[in-house]
Each structure stands twice: as C-alpha cells, then as structure tokens.
C-alpha cells in the first residue's frame, strides 16, 4: 500500500489549499516544503508582505496630504523603518502559522525538505522515499530577469530583495511596469524615495485595458513616479554606490542611462522546477518552462498533476488556489472546474486598479459588438469623501444579449468591488440584472451600479 493517497509538493496558495481540501475529502495527505514556514513565496517574500508595507506606506502618505484637510492637526509622523519591517514581519508570521495550523487541524502531514521524483507514484524528500497513489507539482515560480542584469539582493534585487532593504533608498531605478513593479515602486515613492520606471513596452501594465492603463499612468506619475517607456534595458552595471542601468528608446535608438541608488528588477515570473526531476521521468514540458497538462492537471505521466505558477495560465496565487481546490476534487473522484474566464486580476496601489474577463481591444480583435457603461468616482459620494474620486468604473456587456462580458475599475477598494462582477460573470447575469440590484448609499459599490445603469439608459450621478 502506498503511504498516502496524495502528495502535494509544495506548500504556496495551490498546494496548501490542495492539501487541506484534499484531506478534508477523506485523503490521506502530505504535503512537501522546504522552506522554514508554510505559505509559499506568497505568504512569505511576495502578495502578503508586501500588502503590509502597502497599507503602511498608504496610512503615511494619508497623514501628510489628507489629516490636515479633515481637521487631525499635529506633527507628521516619522518613519522607524525597522519597526515598519517587524510589523511586516509579523503580519507574515501570523499567516504561516495559521497555516500551519490548518495542517494540524486536517491532518496533513507536512514533509520538510525539498522533493525530488525518482519514479512515478514516489517523492524523495532528504534520505526518505515516499510512496502515493497521486503526486501534485505545485512548485510555483521566480522572478526571472534579463540579459545584462545580475541580481545580488543587494544593490539589484527582485521583489524579494526589495521587501528587505537596509533603509529606504534615495533612488530607485524599477525595470518592468507590471503589478510587482508598480506595487513596490508606490512603496517606496511613498517613503521619499525618486522612482523611475522603465518599461520595455509603450504603456504600463501590458495586457489592461488601455484607457484604464493610461489613467493609473498619470494618477501615479501625479504621486511622483516617473516612467521610462519603449526602452529595452540594454544593461545593469555595479558601481561604488548603486548602479546605473542603461536602456535604448525604441522610437530612435538613442541610448541613456540612469543612476541609482537601488535597482529592482520586475521583468516578470517564470516557473520553479529545478531539482524536481522531470526530464529523467519524461515529462512534457510546454513553452516558457511551464508543466504541460491536460484538461484534469494532469501531466504525460499516469498518476502526476501539476498545477499553479508551474503550468499555463496567469500566474495569480488565487488562480493557484482555484487549481487546488479543483485537483483535490479530481483526484477524490469528483468534478473540478476552474473557470479562467472569471479569474479577476488587482494591483493594490492607491488608487486600485482591478479587472475581470474581456477588455475592449480584446472584443474589437474578436470582432464581437459591445457596448459600454463608465461612470466616474467624482460622482460617488463615499469617494469623495475620503480623498478618492479618482478614477472610473468601466463595464463591457454584449450589444445584442446585454451579457456581462468583462469590467475594468481604478479607484478605492477596487480589489474588492471586482468580485460583484465575478459573481455576475458566474451566474451569466447582464448588466441590467446588476443595474436593478439595490445598492447600499453610501458606498464605493454603488459606482459598480452606476456603470451598469451607464450600459442602458444612462448613469443617474453622471
């Protein structure tokens, strides 16, 4: 008999929500972490941690733009960088043991060290081989970086690196203008530092619907970052103090270069597979260093799943945890689906910036007839209220059946306010089923509602 009917290798978003719920469907489980703590890159050195110094960072930039406004009088407060990094700190510790916790409680058991595949239906973690009728990958993934560029967590770091610097820099040079990139560089634009962005693309954040895209450029560039766009970072050079990082303009091929005193490099993720074994097991491999599975996660290998940042797809801890949710049911012999076309996306800057489903240039290339419905924060009182009318809610339904096919929102709570539209998306409903919804007044989610009256006869507060 094998010693257990699944083992999970990895304990991010996807591998530990897979080893609960597969536990908690009569499993016998383990999961495989190397790491000291639970939860992943996640938890750890990723969406959590730096969630803290966001909302620390924010709560700072309130006191010194907004207090005075509402009538709170009195001295700014001083930053304790290295009391904004126990807080942070703390915030992580709570998170992995919580998980570790839910082990206990659902009897997973968690293997330490890190695993190798010797054969099909085994895992080797250290000296021990394990034995399990199924084996889940679910390794995630890495910053990736580029030609020209060596990491040193130092002076060029990644996102990890960035989370735990000496002290807030007096220039930062961010390559790349995706979520990592502009999530960290509001961080530390925040703290005083001189941010500069630079972007091999001609906008920021590539695949976001475009005008929603061009509005977060300027409400950033308003808070003091500065962007670099169409220009290829030709290289990343160390000097006494910082670095300087030369790119080339595409639109001239003239060459510059910029100063710094810390360099973080936000080029994107690629998958972590190493040392796992694949290629002596023959497992077919798709592009861009992803797992290649079928329609059930599972891999060429009878009995060997893969899920998370290891296979195609976004790479989003809850698109992780979807997959973990859904393998877990597969493999106790039930049905699980994950719908990648309601799998929201959200940046958590001030404003925020969240998505779901299709954008319009997405629509225009399909062809497909739409119609739109805005309706801008300026017009929401709650918004107003607390210093945030910027931005806009951008509802897309089909011309013909009025169906919800996608919404783009920029502005306060926008990660949150997303998922009213995830669950219409879900339940097939139009937008003149979210437009007759009774909305609470006053808050942020009536803008949602107001988006929805926009794409019929019109929004009432516009």
């Keep these: 008999m094998a010693d257990f009917d699944t083992i999970i290798i990895g304990a991010g978003p996807g591998g530990y929500v897979a080893a609960i719920r597969a ?67 703390d915030v992580v510790s709570g998170n992995t ?13 968690w293997l330490k060290g890190w695993a190798t ?115 290829a970072v030709q290289s990343v050079t160390k000097g006494k103090k910082g670095a300087t990082v030369t790119y080339k303009l595409k639109k001239n091929d003239s060459e510059a270069s910029i100063d710094a005193d810390i360099v973080l490099v936000a080029t994107g993720r690629k998958p972590y597979t190493a040392g796992l074994g694949l290629e002596a097991l023959g497992v077919e491999m798709g592009p861009r260093g992803t797992i290649k599975t079928d329609a059930h996660f599972q891999t060429n290998i009878p009995g060997l799943y893969a899920i998370g940042d290891a296979i195609a797809g976004p790479m989003l801890a809850h698109k992780a945890e979807d997959e973990g949710m859904a393998v877990a049911e597969i493999l106790s012999g039930k049905h699980g689906h994950v719908n990648y076309n309601v799998i929201p996306g959200v940046i958590y800057t001030t404003p925020e910036v969240a998505n779901v489903g299709k954008t319009e240039e997405q629509l225009k290339e399909e062809g497909r007839a739409y119609k739109v419905g805005k309706f801008p924060f300026m017009g929401n009182a709650r918004a107003k209220a607390v210093f945030q009318a910027e931005g ?49 007044h006053p808050t942020w989610s009536e803008a949602v509602r107001e988006a929805a009256l926009a794409c019929g006869d019109g929004a009432i507060h516009a």
């Design 23 to 89: 536990a908690q469907l009569g499993q016998k489980v383990a999961c495989v972490e190397g790491r000291e703590t639970l939860g992943g890159t996640c938890l750890n050195v990723g969406c959590i941690p730096s969630k803290a110094l966001l909302h620390a960072t924010h709560l700072l930039h309130e006191t010194h733009e907004n207090f005075e406004k509402m009538g709170l009088m009195g001295a700014h407060p001083k930053v304790d960088w290295q009391k904004m990094q126990a807080y942070k700190a």
């Design 97 to 109: 043991k919580g998980i570790e916790f839910l082990f206990k409680k659902n009897k997973v058991t």
């Design 117 to 231: 595949i010797p054969a099909p239906g085994q895992v080797k973690v250290g000296d021990e081989t394990h034995t399990a009728k199924n084996v889940v990958i679910a390794t995630g993934s890495e910053s990736s970086s580029l030609p020209g560029v060596t990491v040193d967590e130092e002076t060029v770091v990644t996102s990890t690196g960035a989370l735990t610097l000496a002290k807030p820099p007096k220039t930062m040079v961010v390559i790349g203008a995706g979520v990592i990139g502009l999530e960290m560089g509001s961080v530390y634009a925040r703290l005083g530092t001189e941010v500069t962005v630079v972007e091999y693309l001609d906008a920021i954040t590539p695949g976001m619907d475009a005008e929603v895209a061009k509005s977060f450029q300027r409400i950033l560039a308003k808070q003091g970052l500065k962007f670099v766009l169409g220009a």
């Design 392 to 440: 806009f809610v951008k509802l897309i339904a089909d011309k013909e059946t009025d169906r919800i096919l996608g919404c783009h929102i920029i502005g306060p709570a926008a990660g949150d306010l997303i998922h009213e539209i995830c669950v219409a998306m879900e339940f097939g409903a139009s937008a003149q089923d979210l437009a007759l919804t009774c909305h609470a």
